[in-house]
Nanobody, 123 residues
């Protein structure tokens, strides 16, 4: 089982990036997917999650109104559109497949993880 996160990079504050998380159909089938991030010296934190059918989304307060999570089940891919990026968004971003069909903030519900993609926002 593999999840492949991509799309990270270096961007100036106020800029945008779109992250992608691709996996096998078996990994995403009937599962919610979440994005987490981990900055140096900090614990991994929940960023956004989306239900299996995409009808339900969840965001941490610091990204509400700036980030949008979406999914294309035909392509077995989940996206995280990040706008108005801030230096505080700098982190390695990970996607995870939840064992439930609805997203959760708690990381213990996520069974499988991608390798992470680095996002760096310069001031």
């Amino acid at each position: 089982v593999q999840l492949q996160a991509s799309g990270g990079g270096l961007v100036q504050a106020g800029g945008s990036l779109t992250l992608s998380c691709a996996a096998s159909k078996r990994t995403f089938s009937n599962n919610a997917v979440g994005w987490f991030r981990q900055a140096p010296g900090k614990e991994r934190e929940f960023v956004a999650g989306i239900s299996w059918r995409g009808e339900s989304t969840l965001y941490t307060d610091s990204v509400k109104g700036r980030f949008t999570i979406s999914r294309d089940n035909a392509k077995n891919t989940v996206y995280l559109q990040m706008n108005s990026l801030k230096p505080g968004d700098t982190a390695v971003y990970y996607c995870g497949s939840n064992r439930l069909s609805q997203p959760t903030q708690a990381s213990e519900f996520y069974r499988y993880w991608g390798q992470g993609t680095q996002v760096t926002v310069s001031s």
